[in-house]
């Protein structure tokens, strides 16, 4: 779909655990003037359900598994997939591809993501649609 781009991550797992660079400057803006977020969800939530006009989104799903619904508002076409710890890949999604996530585990959802502007209560580019119940 035009408008997401995915980025399979290298992750380095040893006895320890793993580390793997998630949000580097190459692969969202080369100034990272937005914000980094992590967002939770129960087994069974759908949260997002929403498009902006200007604002640029990466996801990755750093425990869990999540259900992605995208919806080109301009189009109407619709494209879904699944993000997990277990394949750690980041999800850009840009201006006008609606986005809506469901936790698909058994356990919490934890999503880090990156917008690559900072929320402003007054101007904060949001707009309701509905793309998974």
Known sequence: MKGIEIKELIVHRDNRGWLAEI??????????NGQVTITTANPGIVKAN????????WYCVIKGKMK???????????????LSENELK????????????????NE??????????????????????????
């Open 50 to 57: 929403h498009y902006h006009k200007r604002k640029h989104e």
């Open 108 to 133: 919490m959802l934890w999503l880090l993501m990156y917008i690559d502007e900072t929320f402003d209560k007054d101007d904060p580019d949001t707009y309701t649609e509905i793309v998974i119940e």
């Open 23 to 32: 949000f580097r400057p190459e692969d969202v803006n080369k100034t990272m």
């Open 90 to 105: 980041i999800v850009k999604i840009g201006p006008n591809i609606a986005h809506g996530l469901k936790n698909i585990g």
């Open 68 to 82: 992605l619904v995208l919806k080109d508002i301009k189009t109407g076409k619709k494209e879904e997939m699944i």
